[in-house]
């Protein structure tokens, strides 16, 4: 149970992210960074106090005195990074989306199986308190039986580059595969995947938009060819559904949060202006012949349980889980699972899209290559 030796691979706004998360995790020691971009890296390095820097990636992943290895890339990078990674013996933690595609998801699942070693992609929405909150519910039976989801996400102008945040890399199919359902709505299909215990996948219909005005000179700067707002709906197999919007930019003044419904009653969860950001949950039912609609003291929930519950700090947020998994003290979430699943229903609503109609599972595998960079 010592400490969790950790080499990170790009050093952008989502390795600084990630950096600084391992900051407030004692059991977790990043003695390695590597970036292309060498001034950058010896940079972030001299903040956070970090010792060796390298700019090919290849040769951190000789060390022997690494366990895992963090992947901070975009889209089309993280299964070429990833596989390698494994391949050289070393567990991986992988920023969303899973990759770029699910053809090259599954690669990830497959090269993790074959080398016997842990895959976890960054879902940071499954250790909100909300979302324990909803699992409880959920297990205690409180929903009864589940048949509807409901994935919602919100930016009123929030399309990387083109609205001051993030960089160019965000809106090209090149880098990124996809726009605002690859880089939002992974995290909330992802949580009401993870709240319906992971159910198979029959059919998509969807459609994707990119209708809204942007600054013409960051348009052509950035190249701009993904979708600014994705819409679908999923038949799962027994019969249970979901709808989506995924929305980084509209002419809204927000959406509801995320839900779900069983045949006992249903979860309203925040509805998300950002990542960070909520307004509350709330539980439906019907007692006595009188419909309850409550609210949740999630900051009570939460106090209380991190009292009582053993391991409940194995959960305060993805990388203090997977420091924990690393350290064999609870067993990894299935994260891998869930975003391929996520990828796939993603995938599903661009091929839907292309081609005018409901596709299946199958169909969407079938159709599903490669996006991968070569390196």
Not at 41 to 53: L, N
Not at 190 to 211: F, R
Not at 301 to 322: I, N
Request: charged fraction near 25%.
């Amino acid at each position: 149970m010592g400490k969790i030796r950790i080499g990170i691979v790009g050093v952008g706004l989502i390795g600084i992210t990630h950096l600084k998360n391992y900051a407030d995790i004692a059991d977790a020691e990043v003695v390695a960074v590597c970036d292309i971009n060498e001034e950058a890296a010896r940079q972030v390095a001299g903040e956070f106090q970090i010792k060796d820097v390298y700019t090919d990636f290849r040769e951190m992943l000789k060390r022997t005195d690494i366990d895992a290895v963090d992947v901070c890339l975009h889209n089309n990078f993280h299964a070429p990074v990833t596989n390698e990674a494994l391949e050289a013996g070393k567990h991986v933690y992988c920023e969303k989306p899973i990759a770029g595609t699910y053809y090259d998801g599954n690669s990830m699942l497959e090269t993790a199986k074959a080398c016997h070693k842990m895959l976890h992609i960054q879902l940071n929405t499954l250790y909100r308190k909300e979302t324990k909150a909803a699992k409880a519910l959920i297990e205690e039976g409180s929903l009864g039986k589940l048949y509807h989801a409901r994935s919602t996400g919100f930016r009123r102008r929030g399309r990387p580059f083109v609205d001051g945040y993030g960089t160019k890399f965000f809106n090209r199919k090149e880098t990124a595969a996809g726009g605002a359902l690859l880089d939002m709505g992974v995290y909330h299909i992802a949580q009401m995947l993870y709240l319906m215990d992971l159910p198979k996948v029959k059919s998509v219909s969807g459609k994707v938009y990119q209708e809204m005005d942007m600054d013409a000179a960051r348009r052509a700067e950035s190249g701009f060819d993904v979708e600014e707002l994705g819409l679908g709906f999923i038949r799962f197999e027994g019969g249970v559904t979901l709808d989506l919007i995924e929305a980084w930019s509209i002419h809204m003044g927000g959406f509801e949060g995320s839900s779900l419904v069983g045949s006992k009653g249903g979860i309203r969860l925040p509805s998300y202006s950002s990542i960070s950001q909520n307004s509350g949950m709330s539980f439906h039912t019907t007692i006595a012949d009188m419909d309850l609609d409550s609210s949740v003291n999630l900051d009570d929930m939460e106090l209380r349980w991190s009292r009582l519950k053993a391991d409940y700090d194995a959960y305060r947020s993805s990388q203090h889980h997977w420091i924990a998994a690393l350290q064999g003290r609870v067993p990894l979430l299935p994260t891998a699972e869930i975003a391929l699943q996520t990828m796939l229903i993603s995938e599903g609503v661009y091929l839907s899209d292309r081609l005018g109609r409901e596709v299946t599972a199958e169909e969407i595998i079938t159709h599903s290559a490669s996006t991968n960079v070569k390196l």
